[in-house]
């Protein structure tokens, strides 16, 4: 019986096995043949959406810009599609989205039972509320909160406000952009997401100075960052290594106009700067692609400044630890 046991227990291993190398770089290949990476955003100011010419940009564009430098050598070479939260981990797994971007949160149901997984923290955020200004009590019976449908933000606020004993009533609506419309329209007093989407929001859409206060309630972490197959540990790595270099850049020094003429001291500086011949082999990446990272979109400060900058929203947990922030990256050796 014991011998049963062991044989059938080798036979599962050897199965799964077989399955992760069947996988097992299924998506890079994709990616060469296609020449595109797709990724996914949900249209978020400061991260992801498209300017009045029709160009993607944003924080998480920049870092699908990022992965289409290390593996096609061309940082343009990038589809971005609008996406629900409830549907992107739907597209991750037929294989629509390559990433799914879109101010994802990490929760263990989303890296353990959608078919996807979370490479890497790009972006440390919480959830928080935004109200009218003169709007007298956010939480009371009259009150009515947006909150977009499927996501996070609609189950913690659900959450909070059962400990809070607060009668407010809840308008979830099926998309971000539909949650801000009904608010700005007054459907709603009070509006809740990531704190930096609202701060975005009130940057872009404030009908005038003042007309919306952005609340100190903060009731979640919401660590944020792209999601990808749980099949395809190839895949994994490059999107995570991919994220991880302009935050290493940043603390190393290296940015846009410097990537090239900085002289390299130590084996890391080497490689970011595409010196060490063989790095990136084992991702079927030439040695080339870090430097092609930080050239194309910068390093960390650099992406922050160019998307969110603009919109007010300092840097705070997403500065590097050694200036007291939550961005810390392994080496890169």
Same mark, same amino acid.
């Given at each position: *019986?014991?011998?049963?046991?062991?044989?059938?227990?080798? =036979?599962?291993?050897?199965?799964?096995?077989?399955?992760? #190398?069947?996988?097992?770089?299924?998506?890079?290949?994709?990616?060469?043949? &296609?020449?595109?990476?797709?990724? /996914?955003?949900?249209?978020?100011?400061?991260?992801?959406?498209?300017?009045?010419?029709?160009?993607?940009?944003?924080?998480?564009?920049?870092?699908?810009?990022?992965?289409?430098?290390?593996?096609?050598?061309?940082?343009? @070479?990038?589809?971005?599609?609008?996406?629900?939260?409830?549907?992107?981990?739907?597209?991750?797994?037929?294989?629509?989205?390559?990433?799914?971007?879109? *101010?994802? %949160?990490?929760?263990?149901?989303?890296?353990?039972?959608?078919?996807?997984?979370?490479?890497? =923290?790009?972006?440390?955020?919480?959830?928080?509320?935004?109200?009218?200004?003169?709007?007298?009590?956010?939480?009371?019976?009259?009150? %009515?909160?947006?909150?977009?449908?499927?996501?996070?933000?609609?189950?913690?606020?659900?959450?909070?406000?059962? &400990?809070?004993?607060?009668?407010?009533?809840?308008?979830?609506?099926?998309?971000?952009?539909?949650?801000?419309?009904?608010?700005?329209? &007054?459907?709603?007093?009070?509006? %809740? /997401?990531?704190?930096?989407?609202?701060?975005?929001?009130?940057?872009?859409?404030?009908?005038?100075?003042?007309?919306?206060?952005?609340?100190?309630?903060?009731?979640?972490?919401?660590?944020?960052?792209?999601?990808?197959?749980?099949?395809?540990?190839?895949?994994?790595?490059?999107?995570?290594?991919?994220?991880?270099?302009?935050?290493?850049?940043?603390?190393?020094?290296?940015?846009?106009?410097?990537?090239?003429? *900085?002289?390299?001291?130590?084996?890391? *500086?080497?490689?970011?700067?595409?010196?060490?011949?063989?790095?990136? @082999?084992?991702?079927?990446?030439?040695?080339?692609? #870090?430097?092609?990272?930080?050239?194309?979109?910068?390093?960390?400060?650099?992406?922050? @400044?160019?998307?969110?900058?603009?919109? /007010? =929203?300092?840097?705070?947990?997403?500065?590097?630890?050694?200036?007291?922030?939550?961005?810390?990256?392994?080496?890169?050796?």
């Amino acid at each position: *019986m014991l011998f049963r046991l062991f044989s059938f227990g080798v =036979i599962l291993l050897l199965i799964q096995s077989v399955a992760s #190398a069947a996988w097992a770089g299924a998506v890079l290949d994709r990616v060469l043949a &296609r020449g595109k990476v797709v990724c /996914g955003v949900d249209q978020t100011p400061g991260f992801g959406g498209f300017d009045n010419r029709g160009v993607p940009v944003g924080l998480e564009v920049d870092l699908c810009r990022a992965i289409a430098a290390a593996v096609l050598n061309n940082p343009q @070479a990038i589809q971005v599609q609008r996406v629900t939260t409830k549907y992107k981990f739907h597209a991750l797994a037929e294989g629509e989205l390559d990433v799914a971007f879109g *101010m994802t %949160t990490w929760t263990f149901d989303r890296d353990t039972s959608m078919m996807s997984t979370f490479p890497v =923290i790009a972006f440390h955020d919480g959830q928080g509320f935004m109200k009218w200004s003169d709007l007298a009590d956010p939480w009371a019976s009259s009150s %009515t909160i947006c909150v977009q449908s499927g996501t996070t933000s609609a189950s913690a606020l659900q959450e909070y406000l059962i &400990r809070r004993q607060s009668p407010a009533k809840v308008l979830a609506l099926s998309s971000s952009e539909e949650k801000f419309n009904a608010f700005a329209e &007054r459907r709603c007093g009070v509006v %809740t /997401g990531d704190n930096t989407e609202l701060a975005a929001q009130k940057s872009r859409r404030a009908i005038m100075e003042g007309a919306w206060t952005l609340l100190d309630t903060i009731i979640s972490r919401e660590p944020l960052g792209p999601a990808v197959i749980n099949s395809d540990p190839e895949w994994f790595a490059i999107v995570r290594w991919s994220v991880l270099v302009p935050i290493i850049a940043e603390a190393r020094g290296l940015g846009r106009e410097n990537v090239d003429t *900085m002289v390299a001291t130590d084996a890391e *500086m080497r490689r970011l700067k595409g010196e060490e011949p063989g790095f990136g @082999a084992s991702l079927r990446l030439d040695p080339g692609w #870090a430097r092609r990272i930080i050239a194309a979109i910068g390093n960390y400060g650099e992406i922050f @400044a160019r998307n969110l900058g603009p919109l /007010g =929203i300092r840097r705070g947990q997403n500065a590097l630890w050694s200036d007291g922030g939550l961005l810390y990256a392994p080496p890169l050796r």
